[in-house]
């Protein structure tokens, strides 16, 4: 059979971490096995779901590298839940409710105060048909369950091994809203049967979910023992708060912003979860090739977002200049990023620099009588990497300065700062007539 997996998104916000890791471990699934990867947008809640979110989605997926090899929306898709519904309907699987969303809360309430299960109590299997006729009457609109066997669901989960529930401690699941529209719930189990999802990758919220499912399967005639499932746990941040698209914490927009790097984000969250270090920079195929789902344990991983940036500072500190020319300031050559990279975290750290040597700078003088001093001595041009070693020999030589008391002044008037890339490379890139005039305390 061939391997396919499918990332299910609901275009309701943001992609955020969290939703990348389910793409990225069903993609990397699929790769590894030479499967197929859908993407397929879960839209059928009308009131939630937005196109602005849907193009977002497939726009950040892009970014970051994760191509999809099939693709679908579940509101293209309606005929198929209707038909699949009209099928449960025959057989007596599903049946109507009345009640509405306050009535259903106040239940809840009700068992809660009880200390009762907090389950449908299947009030609306029991119904008359005259009672139904009366409640239509009022002009109320029916939702419809599925109606769970009371009988153990069990699977064999790739991740947290063996699974089971009884279907007497579930809730019938609302399969049909009252505006007609199926729920994910029935949506996403017709479409893992029709389009051969063949694994079911996804967070462990989504556990009672699967047992669920599983009889929704079987009632429509697939058997669960055909379909791989495995659940990893949630990422929470470093204080151990989930991540919430709703919120918008770590939003694949908000990280793009902030001028991180995709491959620094697949890297991580490849590995996040597993005793593979996370600080490691890997080719796409080299992530696949070392891919394997047994790796990701039970217990919740944390994401400190620090480690975001010192991997993103690693990815720059390889990128060659053909790969970044297109991001860096008119003007900046293979010579000026070489200089600057090592002291970057981010691509467009660069800019600073690149002000630093063309535009003005506000030096720092310390000591107006050394610098003077340096100042007369400053070389002719051109100026090549020698010129700092033979310009500070010769400073030194007249002052007898030397170490920190010679490098630090210099450096203070030359860029207003006591750390960045070497002066061999920047000063050409400032040239004398800057240099000069920043030695003169002159803003330049």
């Known amino acids: 059979m061939t391997v396919r997996v499918r990332f299910a998104p609901s275009p309701t916000g943001r992609l955020h971490l969290g939703n990348v890791r389910a793409a990225l471990l069903n993609w990397l699934f699929a790769?590894?096995?030479?499967?197929?990867?859908?993407?397929?947008?879960?839209?059928?809640?009308?009131?939630?779901?937005?196109?602005?979110?849907?193009?977002?989605?497939?726009?950040?997926?892009?970014?970051?590298?994760?191509?999809?090899?099939e693709y679908a929306r579940q509101s293209d898709r309606l005929d198929h839940y209707a038909a699949a519904f009209e099928r449960l309907k025959a057989t007596n699987r599903v049946y109507a409710c009345y009640e509405t969303p306050e009535e259903l809360k106040m239940?809840?309430?009700?068992?809660?105060?009880?200390?009762?299960?907090?389950?449908?109590?299947?009030?609306?299997?029991?119904?008359?048909?005259?009672?139904?006729?009366?409640?239509?009457?009022?002009?109320?609109?029916?939702?419809w369950r599925f109606c769970l066997e009371h009988v153990p669901t069990a699977w064999e989960d790739l991740i947290r091994g063996p699974c089971a529930y009884d279907g007497s401690d579930l809730s019938d699941p609302v399969v049909i809203r009252t505006d007609g529209m199926p729920t994910y719930t029935l949506a996403s189990v017709v479409d893992d049967i029709e389009l051969g999802v063949s694994h079911i990758i996804r967070g462990e919220d989504h556990v009672t979910n699967t047992a669920v499912q599983i009889q929704i399967f079987e009632a429509l005639g697939r058997g669960a023992n055909t379909i791989g499932l495995a659940h990893f746990p949630l990422i929470s941040d470093i204080g151990g708060h989930s991540l919430s698209k709703r919120l918008g914490?770590?939003?694949?927009?908000?990280?793009?912003?902030?001028?991180?790097?995709?491959?620094?984000?697949?890297?991580?969250?490849?590995?996040?979860?597993?005793?593979?270090?996370?600080?490691?920079?890997e080719t796409p195929g080299a992530l696949v090739?070392?891919?394997?789902?047994?790796?990701?344990?039970?217990?919740?991983?944390?994401?400190?977002?620090?480690?975001?940036?010192?991997?993103?500072?690693?990815l720059v500190h390889r990128l060659p200049y053909a790969a970044v020319a297109g991001r860096l300031p008119e003007g900046a050559d293979a010579a000026f990023w070489?200089?600057?990279?090592?002291?970057?975290?981010?691509?467009?750290?660069?800019?600073?620099?690149?002000?630093?040597?063309?535009?003005?700078?506000?030096?720092?003088?310390?000591?107006?009588?050394?610098?003077?001093?340096?100042?007369?001595?400053?070389p002719p041009e051109p100026w090549g990497q020698e010129t700092w070693g033979i310009w500070t020999k010769g400073v030194a030589g007249a002052t007898g300065r030397k170490g920190k008391e010679l490098f630090l002044p210099l450096r203070l008037a030359l860029t207003a700062r006591e750390h960045g890339p070497e002066m061999r490379s920047l000063m050409p890139m400032i040239g004398r007539s800057r240099t000069l005039a920043r030695l003169e305390g002159r803003t330049a």
């Open 289 to 314: 090739s070392g891919f394997s789902i047994s790796k990701f344990g039970r217990s919740s991983p944390k994401l400190d977002t620090e480690d975001i940036v010192r991997l993103n500072a690693k």
């Open 107 to 143: 239940r809840r309430f009700g068992q809660v105060a009880g200390g009762g299960a907090q389950t449908y109590d299947r009030a609306g299997l029991r119904l008359s048909d005259s009672q139904k006729m009366a409640y239509e009457a009022e002009g109320r609109r029916p939702h």
């Open 338 to 378: 070489e200089a600057v990279q090592p002291n970057l975290t981010r691509v467009r750290d660069a800019l600073e620099w690149w002000r630093l040597c063309r535009g003005t700078v506000e030096p720092v003088i310390g000591d107006p009588d050394f610098l003077a001093e340096a100042a007369r001595l400053l």
């Open 31 to 69: 790769r590894k096995s030479g499967g197929r990867f859908l993407l397929r947008l879960d839209d059928t809640d009308r009131e939630r779901s937005e196109q602005k979110y849907a193009a977002a989605i497939e726009e950040d997926l892009r970014w970051l590298g994760i191509h999809w090899d």
């Open 249 to 281: 914490s770590l939003s694949i927009e908000s990280l793009r912003d902030d001028g991180i790097e995709a491959a620094a984000i697949i890297a991580l969250i490849a590995r996040l979860g597993t005793s593979d270090p996370v600080d490691v920079i």
